[in-house]
């Protein structure tokens, strides 16, 4: 049974750091490109960041330079997300999710598998 559980999401304050892991399990994922989504109260499931197999990256633009996405060097199913300069409009319900296939998408029904997700909240 495959599974994708979240770790990492809590309260922070507005500038402060969080990292959020994803550790997938019940099949091979260290070749399937894996990402992260967030979905705040009231709003559709936006994209956040993506990875491959070999590291390429891709990063929705009100994230880029603030946060990074990576894989654990060894195990390739741990995937994390650095979010550092948090603002109160990252608040969110953050997702990791994984593709059958090893190419980066920003689209979340290409993606077949999710975790449960993990909350993150920044406060004012």
């Known amino acids: 049974q495959v599974q994708l559980v979240e770790s990492g999401g809590g309260l922070v304050q507005a500038g402060g750091s969080l990292r959020l892991s994803c550790v997938a399990s019940g099949r091979t994922f260290s070749t399937n490109a894996m990402g992260w989504f967030r979905q705040a109260p009231g709003k559709e499931r936006e994209f956040v960041a993506a990875i491959s197999w070999s590291d390429r990256l891709y990063y929705a633009d009100s994230v880029k330079g603030r946060f990074t996405i990576s894989r654990h060097n060894a195990a390739r199913n741990i995937v994390y997300l650095q979010m550092s300069s948090l603002k109160p409009e990252d608040t969110a319900v953050y997702f990791c999710?994984?593709?059958?296939?090893?190419?980066?998408?920003?689209?979340?029904?290409?993606?077949?598998?999710w975790g449960q997700g993990t909350q993150v909240t920044v406060s004012s």
């Open positions: 999710a994984a593709r059958l296939r090893d190419i980066v998408s920003v689209t979340s029904s290409d993606y077949a598998y």
